[in-house]
Each structure stands twice: as structure tokens, then as C-alpha cells.
């Protein structure tokens, strides 16, 4: 079972769930806003997937922040601004047994197909 964090209305998101399905990959959805992870948990994704891979400075909600939270970031600050804005999470993240994957490109797709 592949546990999927993303957002309902992300379209990627969307795209890996509903590709996750035509694979009949066994997987369950949780909307990281309604999911209620805390700071330890989001902590573990970066500490194996990398805290800068898995912050998602593209978004709205980075380009929002306060410029000293934006120019300061390092891991414990970035798990903290994760905890604090979910959004701020890149996705999806796939929790595959003890590993993280974050996004959704090809490489993604062939290491959920195995």
C-alpha cells in the first residue's frame, strides 16, 4: 500500500492518482491540509528525500512569505514553514514502506511500478 499526500485540487496530484489507478497500484490519498502531520513527520521526508526537494518554492504560498523567512531558509526553518503552510509541501509525496518519493516525474513512476 502507497500512502499519496498531495492537495484534492492539485493537478499533478490528480494526474499521479488517477495513473496510480489505471496501474492497479494499491494506494490511499490523504489531502495534506486535512491530514494533520506534524513537524516530526514532515521532518522525516526531508531527512530521505532532502528538505530542498521536497519545499516547494514555486507556489503562491512560498512566493507570499516574508522575504527574512525566504533568504534564511535551511532545513529546520523549512520544516517549520512546512508544518505551518502545508502548501508549502511539494507534491505529491509517496510513502513507499520506509522510503519518500516527491513529485511525479518519470523516475517517480518507474520506482512505484516495481
Known sequence: ???VYGLNNCDTCRKARKW?????????FHDIRKADLDEKVI???AGKAGWE??????GTTWRGLPEADK????ETSAVR???AHPALIK???FV???DVLVGFTADVQTALAR
Open 1 to 3: 500500500m502507497i500512502d
Open 20 to 28: 496510480l489507478a489505471a496501474e492497479a497500484i494499491e494506494h490511499e
Open 43 to 45: 521532518a522525516g521526508w
Open 53 to 58: 526537494t521536497l519545499l516547494n518554492r514555486r
Open 71 to 74: 533568504e534564511s531558509v535551511d
Open 81 to 83: 514553514l512546512m508544518t
Open 91 to 93: 507534491r505529491p509525496v
Open 96 to 98: 513507499v514502506g520506509s
